[in-house]
């Protein structure tokens, strides 16, 4: 039987298919052993007849590696090829404007840097699409950790602009914003509450902390939309997990828990802003200046209007967007590109992102690994919140707050963290075939196996 498998397993390239294609075959021979020695044959040759029956290991093998070999998300990488040369467009164009006008001068060399971003980004999303997502599950309460400790380092010794904590000065005027991180943080989490799988309602109860950790931070920043983005994202990964059956517990009892978590996030979240004074009264100075302050959020809230206003279905209204928003090429850009080429062409950037977030969930919730399929659904939902929350903010529905269109926005960390997370969903889409059900997620220290 030993040397069947091993030429079968000689056939198939990928190696880590190995040892679950062995343990299946296994698994055929002897229940056939089993049944032919119920009908009277000898151990030997229950065996060899078993064997026998399984047929010629080559061409069984050759079939095993015809399915189980690394795949390539090549719809969504078109995609993201035309998305990165959209963007490119966009920023040049911009940059040609702002450079013709006058305007600022700080920002004309924005398409060159956009540019240098979007290439970084793609080479990380190749990084990340080469390593297997599984290892980044092995240590993902250890990543989750630093990211949380940076959190928490950012709070006390942060950069501060505009009553906001933006992130940690790493030189040349960088930031490694702490934001981009704590978005980097919902996959994660989804490898966190796999770790837990069939611990019952320990397991929910310390899903839960993990997933209040990096809100309670991103409220004291202050950034409540970013902490009601992160709070949804994980708790869609969360009940993810309950329906999946990854918790010993009865589904129906855990979705009400579910239920309660979710209604007392309002009530938690204003009593923390309460307890942190500052931090309250700097959303209701938001507030007031976003209906009332002609020269503040208000200002902004009359421009959009006037983008909706006066915007043509095709090509330029007239409206020197530019000229009077300073973050038309980030939080702004989707009134940049309506102001300056017309609502049609706004609609098809919204819908081609809009298609690459459908076939991030498709491609997750294909997976038969179940740990996949969360760390790439939490994927989704980052890029879903923030391209909803965009649109809507541009729309003038919402008043406006901190958000970034996805991979059109400037801005190092969003673009680089919106490569990484593609490259996350990659690497899970190129193993889809390769791993079962559920793998391990432990991690050898000392000798021991870690959760």
């Known amino acids: 039987?030993?040397?069947?498998?091993?030429?079968?397993?000689?056939?198939?390239?990928?190696?880590?298919?190995?040892?679950?294609?062995?343990?299946?075959?296994?698994?055929?021979?002897?229940?056939?052993?089993?049944?032919?020695?119920?009908?009277?044959?000898?151990?030997k040759e229950a065996e060899e007849a078993a064997v026998r029956d399984m047929g010629d290991p080559v061409e069984i093998g050759v079939e095993f590696d015809r399915i189980h070999r690394p795949q390539i998300a090549w719809k969504m990488l078109i995609v993201i090829g035309v998305i990165s040369v959209l963007g490119i467009l966009v920023h040049f164009f911009i940059t040609r404007q702002i450079a013709d006008s006058n305007l600022w001068d700080s920002s004309v060399s924005g398409?060159?840097?956009?540019?240098?971003?979007?290439?970084?980004?793609?080479?990380?999303?190749?990084?990340?699409?080469?390593?297997?997502?599984?290892?980044?599950?092995?240590?993902?309460?250890?990543?989750?950790?630093?990211?949380?400790?940076?959190?928490?380092?950012?709070?006390?010794?942060?950069?501060?602009?505009?009553?906001?904590?933006?992130?940690?000065?790493?030189?040349?005027?960088?930031?490694?914003a702490v934001n981009t991180l704590l978005m980097l943080y919902v996959p994660i989490y989804a490898a966190v509450v796999y770790k837990y799988h069939g611990e019952g309602h320990a397991g929910i109860v310390k899903s839960i902390v993990w997933m209040l950790l990096p809100v309670y931070i991103a409220i004291r920043l202050p950034r409540m939309p970013l902490a009601l983005m992160l709070f949804v994202s994980m708790l869609v990964v969360l009940m993810i997990g309950i329906g999946k059956g990854w918790f010993q517990v009865a589904k129906k009892k855990a979705f009400i828990l579910m239920g309660l978590v979710a209604f007392g996030f309002p009530v938690g979240g204003l009593?923390?802003?309460?307890?942190?004074?500052?931090?309250?009264?700097?959303?209701?100075?938001?507030?007031?200046?976003?209906?009332?302050d002609s020269d503040g959020l208000a200002y902004y809230a009359s421009m959009l209007d006037s983008v909706r206003d006066n915007a043509k279905w095709i090509g330029n209204s007239g409206m020197k967007f530019l000229g009077f928003v300073q973050d038309g090429n980030r939080d702004f850009i989707l009134s940049y590109v309506t102001a300056s080429y017309g609502l049609l062409a706004a609609i098809i950037v919204c819908c081609l992102l809009a298609v690459l977030v459908v076939f991030i969930f498709s491609a997750?919730?294909?997976?038969?690994?179940?740990?996949?399929?969360?760390?790439?659904?939490?994927c989704g939902m980052i890029f879903l919140m923030n391209l909803a929350a965009n649109i809507l903010i541009n729309?003038?529905?919402?008043?406006?707050?901190?958000?970034?269109?996805?991979?059109?926005s400037a801005g190092g960390n969003n673009i680089v963290l919106c490569y990484g997370l593609v490259g996350i969903v990659l690497s899970i889409y190129r193993y889809k075939n390769i791993y079962p059900i559920h793998v391990s997620t432990k991690f050898v220290l000392s000798g021991k196996n870690v959760q």
């Open 1 to 43: 039987m030993e040397k069947y498998l091993q030429a079968v397993l000689e056939q198939i390239r990928c190696k880590k298919v190995h040892p679950y294609i062995r343990e299946e075959l296994m698994g055929h021979i002897q229940d056939q052993i089993e049944d032919n020695r119920k009908s009277g044959m000898s151990e």
């Open 111 to 176: 398409s060159s840097r956009y540019a240098l971003h979007v290439l970084i980004g793609l080479a990380l999303m190749f990084v990340v699409y080469r390593i297997d997502y599984t290892y980044l599950a092995k240590y993902a309460k250890v990543i989750a950790a630093c990211i949380l400790l940076f959190g928490l380092v950012c709070l006390h010794a942060g950069t501060v602009a505009g009553g906001v904590i933006l992130g940690i000065h790493v030189g040349g005027g960088s930031i490694v």
């Open 271 to 292: 009593g923390a802003l309460v307890l942190m004074r500052g931090s309250l009264g700097y959303y209701i100075e938001r507030a007031r200046s976003f209906y009332m």
């Open 364 to 378: 997750s919730l294909q997976q038969k690994n179940q740990l996949g399929l969360a760390m790439g659904c939490g």
């Open 395 to 408: 729309m003038g529905i919402v008043p406006t707050a901190w958000t970034f269109l996805p991979f059109l």
